[in-house]
């Protein structure tokens, strides 16, 4: 304390001439205009500078919290980006030309897009499909379901936001087909073997059908329209009676490998029941 | 005690008169304006409290802007002086005369010593005082002109001061 005392005594002179100069100074700036602008200028531009430095440091700090905020956001992103990349595959599935065949066909119908949520369909077994479209969608019993590797069945029972489909692979199954270009047509059946290949049968002896055609719905079922793809010709062989051809088709769908499926919504097909059966009548 | 102070009071009152009447209107060359006022506190004895230069040099140069409308310039350029004269009085001094109580004059000192004294102050004075008045350092060149002419014109009527206070006292 006394060494304090001492110190502040012996300079003394130096305190007051700190204050003085300080007087003279603040005298300096407050009463001459351009000195004080100058002074002000100088004095806002460092202070500026010092809190321009300050929040460059602070920002530096906030980096991690940054970091973390990114990162959470980044993941919020992916996962939107891979919700909207799902979206944008079944809006733009279209790419084989099969596919492209059956919406050419399909134009002036309207798709009902569906997804398979179950999948029973297997070799050697009676199997259904699920659809996660029912009642409330629209979806109404023996409408055709079709996919982009041609026609996959029939909506057999509807629930009210699922509904069961027997596929063309299902021993009960009975689609009307022809040979694409010849109009021979003959009823598609599955013989409850390879998931893959089904049965044209009653195709007449003098239809000159090859390996290779394609076969595709005729239309008279009223479930499909006419011209939607179903497979291709595999073999040739006498049916069991004898009378005509047996036809094995590769089909154009792979069920095992089955998810976006489009349900074919007819809503005239009451008129066109009525109209059969108003013919029928008047023969 | 009587005797020395009143004589320095009246030659700070006169320096100041003379400031403001007269050589306030001086610009020899459009650059050298003389100030004289230092003298006062070069002629305060060896010695002298320096709080005692500090508070003299502030109320002069307070005095001084008051009167020629400069405020805070020579306040704060002659508190700055008060500080550092009796250093350069130190400095510039006979090493004989350091001992004892004495009157900073050509008679102390002799001319060559006086005048590094008084040169190096009026410097440091005009210095300060053209930078707190320019406040800039736009035009250097012309800032050195005026400071350097103005500490020779300076020092020049200190020098004739002087002469005239010591013929005056021996006469």
């Keep these: ?283 | 005690m009587f005797n020395v102070i009143l004589p320095r009071i009246l030659w700070i009152l006169g320096l100041i008169l003379a400031q403001t009447l007269v050589f306030n209107h001086i610009h020899l060359i459009g650059y050298a304006t003389p100030m004289p006022y230092v003298y006062a506190l070069i002629m305060l004895p060896h010695g002298t409290s320096r709080w005692i230069y500090v508070v003299l040099g502030f109320a002069l140069g307070l005095v001084v802007d008051t009167l020629s409308n400069t405020v805070g310039a020579a306040a704060g350029a002659l508190t700055l002086v008060g500080l550092v004269t009796p250093l350069l009085l130190r400095a510039f001094a006979p090493d004989d005369k350091l001992e004892e109580e004495f009157t900073p004059s050509i008679r102390t000192m002799q001319w060559s010593g006086f005048l590094k004294f008084a040169i190096a102050v009026t410097f440091i004075h005009t210095m300060v005082f053209f930078l707190l008045e320019t406040f800039s350092l736009f035009d250097p060149l012309r800032l050195l002109i005026e400071v350097v002419s103005s500490t020779a014109l300076t020092v020049i009527f200190m020098a004739t001061f002087e002469k005239l206070r010591n013929t005056s006292r021996s006469a």
């Design chain 1, 1 to 283: 304390m006394q060494i304090l005392l001492d110190f502040l005594r012996r300079y003394n002179y130096l305190f007051l001439f700190i204050l003085l100069e300080g007087i003279s100074l603040t005298l300096l700036f407050q009463f001459n205009n351009y000195q004080g602008s100058v002074w002000n200028t100088a004095a806002n531009e460092s202070a500026a500078k010092a809190n321009e430095t300050y929040a460059s440091l602070e920002a530096y700090f906030k980096l991690g919290d940054i970091n973390a905020l990114l990162t959470t956001e980044n993941t919020k992103l992916q996962q939107e980006n891979a919700v909207l990349r799902a979206a944008l595959d079944s809006a733009t599935h279209d790419t084989t030309f099969t596919e492209r065949k059956v919406r050419q066909e399909l134009a002036g119908f309207q798709l009902l897009p569906a997804r398979v949520v179950s999948n029973g369909v297997r070799r050697g077994h009676d199997g259904y499909l699920v659809i996660n479209r029912g009642r409330k969608d629209g979806v109404r019993p023996e409408m055709g379901v079709v996919g982009g590797g041609g026609v996959i069945g029939i909506v057999y029972l509807v629930g009210e936001n699922y509904a069961l489909i027997i596929p063309v692979t299902h021993t009960k199954s009975s689609i009307s087909c022809r040979v694409r270009g010849k109009n021979y047509f003959g009823y598609l059946q599955w013989d409850g073997g390879s998931t893959r290949m089904a049965q044209l049968d009653d195709v007449p002896r003098y239809a000159k059908t090859r390996a290779g055609n394609v076969i595709e719905t005729s239309g008279y079922s009223s479930v499909f329209p006419p011209g939607i793809f179903v497979g291709r010709v595999h073999k040739v062989s006498n049916s069991s009676d004898g009378q005509s051809y047996r036809l094995d088709i590769v089909l154009g769908t792979d069920f095992a490998n089955l998810r976006d499926v489009n349900v074919v919504v007819t809503p005239y097909k009451a008129e066109i029941r009525q109209l059969q059966e108003k013919a029928d009548s008047l023969q």
